[in-house]
Structure formats: C-alpha cells, structure tokens
C-alpha cells in the first residue's frame, strides 16, 4: 500500500515511484511564481506516463526526480491513473500552458526568460512570437542542437543573461538531466523541461484541435502527425498496467 503524502505542495499522489502534485494549473503557477519570488534554485518537472516509463528503466534518472521542487501531471495517462488511486485530479498540468501562464506572469513582473531548444527556425519563429505578443517581455534564447563539447559555451550564454526563468525543450528526458545539472550552479529561481513547447510556440508544430484535447486524444493525433512517437507510446500500455494494478492495491478509501 503506497499511502498520498501531504507535503509542502498539497497532498503528493505516488505514481510508480513518482511523487506528482494534486495541484491544478492555476495553484501550480502560483506557487512557480513564490519560486521566482524566493530567488532560490527551483526546478519543476511535468511528466506524463512515458516519462515514468523511462524513470523506471533507467535509474540516472532518480537524480532529477528527487531533487525537482514539483512534478506536474503531463498526459492522460497519469490523471487515469490518478483516479485509479481514487484521486480525481482537475486535469493535466502541461508544459506549453505551464509557459504560456509564466510568460504572461514574467512580461507583468519584470522577469527575464531564457528559452533554449528546437531547431534553429523554430527556435526563432517562437522568438519573434513571444517578443509579438509579449512586447515588453525580456526574453532571448538559442536553439537547442549543441555537442557536448559546446555545452559549456551555451551554460554561459544562459549564465550570461541571467534568467529568472530558464525553460528547456531538449526532449526528455535530456531536457531534466541538463536542468538538474545546472539548477545550482546558474542559480536560475526557475527552471523547467518544455518539450516540444517552443515548436508549438513558434508554429512549427500544431497542438491537437480542442476537441481533440476534450477527448483526451492529444496523444493519439500526435502519433498520427509524428509517427516516429510511436517507439516511445509502446510504453504506454505497460504503464497503464502497471499503474492500474497498483492503484488497486493502494486505492484511497
Ligand atoms: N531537441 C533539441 N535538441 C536536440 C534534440 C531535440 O532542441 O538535440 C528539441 C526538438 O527540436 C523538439 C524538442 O527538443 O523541439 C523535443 O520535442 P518533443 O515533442 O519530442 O518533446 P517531449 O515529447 O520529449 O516532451
């Protein structure tokens, strides 16, 4: 029996291991903008089932995972599983609402924002919409294929400007690893893995239409529109399995 915790952000949900917040996207960006408030390194992780898929084959991952400040509900899958538990959550906290909330928060506040990820165009497309949409927002960034070797020259860049909130959108889940490898030593109040975020933002990729969303099929249309996602939906129903067969056993009464 695997018992909800209450922590210092509401009751925590364990999901194979994973400790997600209950918390709806409103209270999440209320407490991101505390983070940035504390001037304190933050780090906030929005996982959906794959993720946990991988956090469980590969244990490097661990690292990232205990030390993040807050883990978010990425994908049907855990809000499914959630319930499974007997917790209803009120949805997903995503990665692209997740920042278009703090990009709003940020341009009101003051906050500088450093996006690094996606392609060269993409990176710029998403560049020139936000500083469209968002005109008195200081925000820069660079794209995200860079060597290893080069990786340190991109760590000053981010250093260099200085950022309230760091997003990244290397993919995961290398977009965590390279968070929890810089949280301290950058110093950033907030840092969080985008995904596929910046592509989204710059109009490189669509998002799946509303009702789509309403469906819960997100997944599927992004199958269908990236069928080289497939590999990485084939865990998806082991871990629906598994999380049904331990939300059984650990159900709230
Ligand atoms: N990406 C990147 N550098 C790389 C590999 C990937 O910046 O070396 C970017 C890629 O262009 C895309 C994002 O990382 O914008 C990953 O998107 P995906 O939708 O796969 O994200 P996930 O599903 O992992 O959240």
């Known amino acids: 029996m695997i018992a909800d915790t209450e922590g210092p952000f509401g ?27 504390s001037g304190s390194p933050h780090v906030v992780i929005t996982a959906g089932p794959e993720f946990v898929m991988r956090v469980l084959r590969d244990p490097s991952l661990r690292r990232p995972i205990e030390r993040a400040d807050l883990i978010t509900p990425d994908g049907i899958g855990i809000v499914l599983a959630a319930r499974w538990r007997g917790t209803r959550l009120a949805g997903r906290v995503t990665g692209i609402e997740l920042t278009e909330r703090l990009l709003i928060e940020a341009e009101t506040a003051g906050w500088g924002v450093y996006l690094l990820g996606a392609s060269d165009p993409s990176f710029q497309s998403a560049l020139s919409a936000i500083r469209r949409r968002h005109p008195d927002l200081r925000v820069d960034g660079r794209h995200g294929y860079f060597s290893e070797e080069e990786e340190r020259e991109v760590i000053d860049q981010v250093a260099a400007f200085a950022p309230h909130i760091l997003l990244v959108g290397l993919g995961q889940p290398r977009q965590e690893v390279f968070v929890d490898r810089v949280r301290d030593q950058l110093n950033i109040p907030l840092a969080m893995g985008i995904g596929g975020t910046i592509d989204v933002l710059g109009g490189t990729v669509t998002r799946a239409p ?13 199958l269908v529109r990236e069928p080289r996602r497939l590999r990485r939906q084939m865990a998806l129903p082991v871990f629906a399995w598994r999380a049904w067969r331990e939300g059984r056993h650990s159900a709230r009464p």
Do not use: D, H, K, S
């Open 210 to 222: 509303v009702w789509a969303q309403r469906l819960r099929l997100e997944w599927l249309y992004r």
């Open 11 to 37: 009751i925590m949900i364990t999901i194979l291991g994973i400790e997600f917040t209950e918390w709806p996207l409103e209270r999440v960006v209320e407490e991101c903008l505390n983070f940035i408030r």
